[in-house]
C-alpha cells in the first residue's frame, strides 16, 4: 500500500510558476511509477505527467510539453511537478497517482489504484 499527499497549489498569475509536490508513505517508493492528473470543474481527469520507477522516462500531455517537468527523488519517497508559463487553462484539481507496484504509469485514470487527496491550481488571467 503507498498513501500520497500533495502540497504547493494555489493562485498564480499568467505566465507565473508553481512546483506541486507530492510525498508518498511507502517502504517501496522505486516500486511505483508515479503520474500527476488534474480535473477541471465539468472536465474529465487527464493525465498531465508520468515518471517512470527510476525517473528514467517521462510522458508529457501535449498541453504541458515544454512548460511542466516530472521528477521523482527516490531517497526522499517524493515526486514533483514544476510548472512554468501557466496559463487559465491550467487551473484544476492536480491529484499524484500511482498504479500498483510493478506497472507502468500509463495514460488512464484506470490504471492507476492509488491516489492523493488533491491540490487546487488556479491561475488567474
Known amino acids: 500500500q503507498v498513501q500520497l499527499v500533495e502540497s504547493g497549489g494555489g493562485l498564480v498569475q499568467a505566465g507565473g510558476s508553481l512546483r506541486l509536490s507530492c510525498a508518498a508513505s511507502?517502504?517501496?517508493?522505486?516500486?511505483?511509477?508515479l503520474g500527476w492528473f488534474r480535473q477541471a470543474p465539468g472536465k474529465e481527469r487527464e493525465i498531465v505527467a508520468a515518471i517512470s520507477w527510476s525517473g528514467g522516462a517521462t510522458y508529457y500531455a501535449d498541453s504541458v510539453k515544454g512548460r511542466f517537468t516530472i521528477s521523482r527523488d527516490n531517497a526522499k519517497n517524493t515526486v514533483a511537478l514544476q510548472m512554468n508559463s501557466l496559463k487559465p487553462e491550467d487551473t484544476a484539481v492536480y491529484y499524484c497517482?500511482?498504479?500498483?507496484?510493478?506497472?507502468?504509469?500509463?495514460?488512464?485514470?484506470?490504471?492507476?489504484?492509488?491516489w492523493g487527496q488533491g491540490t487546487q491550481v488556479t491561475v488567474s488571467s
Open positions: 511507502t517502504r517501496t517508493f522505486t516500486s511505483y511509477a
Open positions: 497517482a500511482a498504479p500498483p507496484a510493478g506497472r507502468v504509469a500509463g495514460k488512464d485514470s484506470r490504471e492507476y489504484e492509488h
